[in-house]
């Protein structure tokens, strides 16, 4: 599949596996691209490019790239450079190497027309996944509560506050389970025991806050009305 966006490797996600299981685990994103002579690494995908880092963006993104002006971005097309300029647009096909000022230096060289290559993959234990979704923290492991919010860098007002809250899990015998805390939530806490209660073995946080919901054939099942979101878990039987 393709890489719509990366997030810190220590956060838990969940990934469709070759296998059709749904698994739990730490994807671990790996990009690396060849402009002209110029070689080097991806530190992640349509995500806000931080200070010292280099960014990928695709038409997934949106319309232009999330970077801020200061540093260069490269646009490829067709496996060429095609324009060098900040803010540069995306289309269908085209990607956006995006270069912080701090690590701009090396790229002076690089020239219109100059031949590109981008390759980015995800490895460890979710590789050969055709979906991820990133979630976290996780909730429990092995059939026993084990909140990773510190690791995950998740606030301590998210850790010990109520809040609403959509969680999924797996059992012992590979079946699924998804829970919605709606209306003043609950804790972390108390959300990875109710998914103790009903069998999970593993089990990871997927949103919480105001836009946290579930529908069952068109039903809305939570408190507040459905909002938008940018990512969604659709089960058919």
Known sequence: GEVITSCGENRTSLALKEDGSLRLGYPKFVGDFVLGSVEGKIDGVNRERKEGEIILYTSAYGNVSG??????EFLIWKDQVAYIQPGAPLRDGAMVISVSKE???PFLSVKRNDPALLVTKITGDMAGASWIQGGGPRL?????????GKS??????TLTGKSPRTAFGVTKGGEYLLATASGSGCTLEELANYMLSYGAEDALLFEGGAKSSMI???????AAAPKAVAALLLVKR
């Open 152 to 157: 995950e860098g998740i606030s301590a007002a």
């Open 103 to 105: 690590r701009l230096a």
């Open 216 to 222: 069952l054939n068109g039903n809305p099942l939570t």
């Open 140 to 148: 429990l492991e092995k059939g026993k509560v084990k909140i990773t």
């Open 67 to 72: 970077a801020k002006k200061d540093g260069l």
